[in-house]
Nanobody, 127 residues
């Protein structure tokens, strides 16, 4: 079981930036899991915003393309989400997730059903 701990959330003005971090308890997580960031806005379902497949390929929701960047630092067991040009629609709880491979790859990376390990979340408020 992979334990994930997010940090870096906070309150920022419209147009501001934040960088979220997600530290894994498992050192080999990036070589054996796909990783994703999800947003759960108030009153809405949890939705995928960015994901990183096992081959390094990234996937983004249309709403964040060009503004958010997902990356990893394997030496630090850490996943990042750089968020720029934030707007009020980006407000909510951000969760980091890790998903097991299926036949050596991950599919439907913005679907929460692709993941089986979740962090506790970090709150982002844009106003």
């Amino acid at each position: 079981h992979v334990q994930l701990v997010e940090s870096g959330g906070g309150s920022v003005p419209v147009g501001g930036s934040l960088r979220l971090s997600c530290v894994s308890s498992v050192g080999y997580v990036f070589s054996s899991h796909c990783m994703g960031w999800f947003l759960q806005a108030p009153g809405k379902e949890r939705e995928g915003v960015a994901a990183l497949n096992i081959d390094g390929k990234t996937t983004y929701a249309d709403s964040v393309k060009g503004r958010f960047t997902i990356s990893q630092d394997s030496a630090k067991n850490t996943l990042y989400l750089q968020m720029d040009s934030l707007n009020p629609e980006d407000t909510g709880m951000y969760y980091c997730a890790a998903g097991r491979l299926r036949n050596g790859y991950c599919y439907s990376l913005l679907n929460r059903l692709a993941y089986n390990n979740w962090g506790q979340g970090t709150q982002v408020t844009v106003s």
